[in-house]
């Protein structure tokens, strides 16, 4: 018989499950709650709170809204979302997470207090990015976002630089374009901070490790989660044989011949009970 495991460090993180709490809290009081944005980058859970009465709308509905209350979740707004909601006599429900609401600050700090107007603030992430874009709006929209070193284009490296991450990015990554930066400026005009929340990117040689202890991995994550499209690599840097799967009709039974120990994991957006749900399938096919 196969033995089913799932990864006791993978699952919602406690920026999301904070969230997730907050918005089950408003709903159980019957009232009309609107989310701005998927609460969550997992379809799953995000249709499994609409059935609870949660209502998702992107920024251009938050500007025709009035007199509503509005979800923020963990990822975090840029201050324009706010002076919406004051002008719009919206009550916000702010689920930004505590180490997002900290970088925010940290950069609107460092945009305020610049020495020069010729300054330049560089924000290590994923352009369009929920988080990002709250981070961007920090800084009036001056922030320049950097995906890769191809990107190190855009900047000016005679003048001086201050870089932030995102906070799920990639340790080593993050680390790599620092270096770069330091080779191109001679280390010099050059300040850089590590924001990146050691609780995800823990994760990282952690799921390393469940990956290699097993000879079949099923990554759970939904298809806008950019924290699952790193830690599944990251899984099939280690073990050719692991899939990414959102929904319980893309696992294939041919993946679970002949394996005798299955692993699944998932992403900081990945509900444990999805996890459970795929334990319970495959244990019912093997059953079979």
Known sequence: MAKVEIDSNSGFCNGVVRAIQAAEQELEKGEQLYCLGDIVHNSNEVERLRAKGLITINHDELRQLHNAKVLLRAHGEPPETYRIARENNIEIIDATCPVVLQLQRKIKRSHDTRTSAQDQLLIYGKVGHAEV???????????????????????????RITLYSQTTKSVEHF????????????????EWHDTICRQVANRIPNIREFARSHDLV????????????????????????????????????AWLVGKHNIG?????????????????????????
């Open 133 to 159: 874009n709250g981070l961007v709006g920090q800084t009036n929209g001056e922030a320049i976002v950097l995906e890769s070193p191809a990107d190190l284009e855009k900047v000016d490296f005679n003048r």
């Open 218 to 253: 099923l990554f759970v994550c939904g298809k806008k989660s950019s924290n699952g499209k790193v830690l599944y690599e990251e899984c099939r840097s280690v073990n050719d044989n692991t899939h990414m799967v959102s929904d319980i009709e893309e696992l294939d039974p």
């Open 175 to 190: 680390a790599e374009m620092v270096q770069i930066i330091k080779e191109r400026t001679g280390n010099n005009n050059f």
């Open 264 to 288: 699944i994991c998932g992403a900081t957006s990945t509900p444990r009970w999805l996890m459970t749900l795929f334990q319970e399938k495959i244990e019912e096919i093997l059953n079979d």
